[in-house]
T-cell receptor, first 117, second 113 residues
Framework: GAVVSQHPSRVICKSGTSVKIECRSLDFQATTMFWYRQFPKQSLMLMATSNEGSKATYEQGVEKDKFLINHASLTLSTLTVTSAHPEDSSFYIC?????????????FGPGTRLTVL | QKEVEQNSGPLSVPEGAIASLNCTYSDRGSQSFFWYRQYSGKSPELIMSIYSNGDKEDGRFTAQLNKASQYVSLLIRDSQPSDSATYLCAVKVGGGSQGNLIFGKGTKLSVKP
């Protein structure tokens, strides 16, 4: 149980294009989904917290107009990197918490490796 | 600024030995603590969670929590080469399912055959 998927697993795009990453909770409903970014040899950095049906809460320093987050249902959140540039190349990972559950554990998706040329 | 500190390693242990991974955190009000394992190029996978002072055992893994010292550790008994990975300590800030995790930078463990 508690499986989170991400799509795509890997994407290469040209500078200036937009890329959409999907995060799905496959066997549970997620009230809250989280988006992280991880650069090589660095730890995970939280980008934003996404709640179903409401606007995402962005961490300080993360541009909300560049990283668009939509959490339309209890099983799907999307992150769109708009006008991507090479410095946006990173490993993007989502996680999800079970809605209404006693546990506060976050379950992570497999990640999406973005390379911007 | 809430922080989670880990020794970056690498920590090298021989196969069969006990690996001890340590973590300290700055927010005294934290109540939930997690250890994740991350293989190179992969996303983190949950190993253990711990909420109360003392030890919590799950198979070869034992998590230890001391809130007074703001210290949490992970012991891996009978270490195997497949345990070689980066271990991330995470501390939850805020309550319920919406709380954020603050991650340490991770300790790289290498288990030598």
């Amino acid at each position: 149980g508690a499986v989170v998927s991400q799509h795509p697993s890997r994407v290469i795009c040209k500078s200036g294009t937009s890329v959409k990453i999907e995060c799905r909770s496959l066997d549970f409903q997620a009230t809250t989904m989280f988006w992280y970014r991880q650069f090589p040899k660095q730890s995970l950095m939280l980008m934003a917290t996404s709640n179903e049906g409401s606007k995402a809460t962005y961490e300080q320093g993360v541009e909300k107009d560049k990283f668009l987050i939509n959490h339309a249902s209890l099983t799907l959140s999307t992150l769109t990197v708009t006008s991507a540039h090479p410095e946006d190349s990173s490993f993007y990972i989502c996680s999800a918490s079970i809605a209404g559950g006693a546990t506060d554990t976050q379950y992570f998706g497999p990640g999406t490796r973005l390379t911007v040329l | 600024q809430k922080e989670v500190e880990q020794n970056s390693g690498p920590l090298s242990v021989p196969e069969g030995a006990i690996a001890s991974l340590n973590c300290t955190y700055s927010d005294r009000g934290s109540q939930s603590f997690f250890w994740y394992r991350q293989y190179s190029g992969k996303s983190p996978e949950l190993i253990m969670s711990i909420y109360s002072n003392g030890d919590k055992e799950d198979g070869r893994f034992t998590a230890q929590l001391n809130k007074a010292s703001q210290y949490v550790s992970l012991l891996i008994r009978d270490s195997q080469p497949s345990d070689s990975a980066t271990y991330l300590c995470a501390v939850k800030v805020g309550g319920g399912s919406q709380g954020n995790l603050i991650f340490g930078k991770g300790t790289k463990l290498s288990v030598k055959p």
